[in-house]
T-cell receptor, first 113, second 114 residues
Framework: AQTVTQSQPEMSVQEAETVTLSCTYDTSESDYYLFWYKQPPSRQMILVIR??????QNATENRFSVNFQKAAKSFSLKISDSQLGDAAMYFCAYRVTNNDMRFGAGTRLTVKP | KAGVTQTPRYLIKTRGQQVTLSCSPI?????VSWYQQTPGQGLQFLFE???????NKGNFPGRFSGRQFSNSRSEMNVSTLELGDSALYLC?????????????FGPGTRLTVT
């Protein structure tokens, strides 16, 4: 069974600093997709970044980047220059084509001014 | 493009009643998935519809059902509500093709069962 594990229930970071959120997954598939979603308090879940497993290059979206280690089945999210608006619940997710998306339990990120 | 919309946003029901939630996907998206989100269980997959057919189904009892219409709008129904069904129900749509695409989420429907 495909599972997604986020080992950090809570993280905090000082404004303008860098923080890394961890995610590991378990799969026997070779072609799959990984995502990080952000869910601010009482607000809509939004996609932060995606990574295709067949691509070796790590995805980057402005201040957000990932460290994708396929052999280790690790997919961490790095947030640079953290801002107050980055405070949210972050979910790591995994999906194989035409299958359902599997989510981790989430990491609650607090940004301190 | 307009985002995923869900109605109603809030709902209070009594145990034993039934409820229907609605989801309108982003224009052009043919896949709609439903999730239940609770503090204890996190995000749990309910089912996915594509072209009016259920493509995937999560591990929920038969009280939970859904359907998709020809315009890709989807509804989910919960019959004989239980207190444990209180949750945020999220709908997500995605464009489908030969590749897998990311899902875009609606704001959710907050269901409270008393």
């Amino acid at each position: 069974a495909q599972t997604v594990t986020q080992s950090q229930p809570e993280m905090s970071v000082q404004e303008a600093e860098t923080v890394t959120l961890s995610c590991t997954y378990d799969t026997s598939e070779s072609d799959y997709y990984l995502f990080w979603y952000k869910q601010p308090p009482s607000r809509q879940m939004i996609l932060v970044i995606r990574q295709e497993a067949y691509k070796q290059q790590n995805a980057t979206e402005n201040r957000f980047s990932v460290n994708f280690q396929k052999a280790a089945k690790s997919f961490s999210l790095k947030i640079s220059d953290s801002q107050l608006g980055d405070a949210a619940m972050y979910f790591c997710a995994y999906r194989v084509t035409n299958n359902d998306m599997r989510f981790g339990a989430g990491t609650r990120l607090t940004v301190k001014p | 493009k307009a985002g995923v919309t869900q109605t109603p946003r809030y709902l209070i029901k009594t145990r034993g009643q039934q409820v229907t939630l609605s989801c309108s996907p982003i224009s052009g998206h043919r896949s709609v998935s439903w999730y239940q989100q609770t503090p204890g269980q996190g995000l749990q997959f309910l089912f996915e519809y594509f072209s009016e057919t259920q493509r995937n189904k999560g591990n929920f009892p038969g009280r939970f059902s859904g359907r998709q219409f020809s315009n890709s709008r989807s509804e989910m129904n919960v019959s004989t509500l239980e207190l444990g069904d209180s949750a945020l129900y999220l709908c997500a749509s995605s464009f489908t093709g030969r590749r897998t695409y990311e899902q875009y989420f609606g704001p959710g429907t907050r269901l409270t069962v008393t």
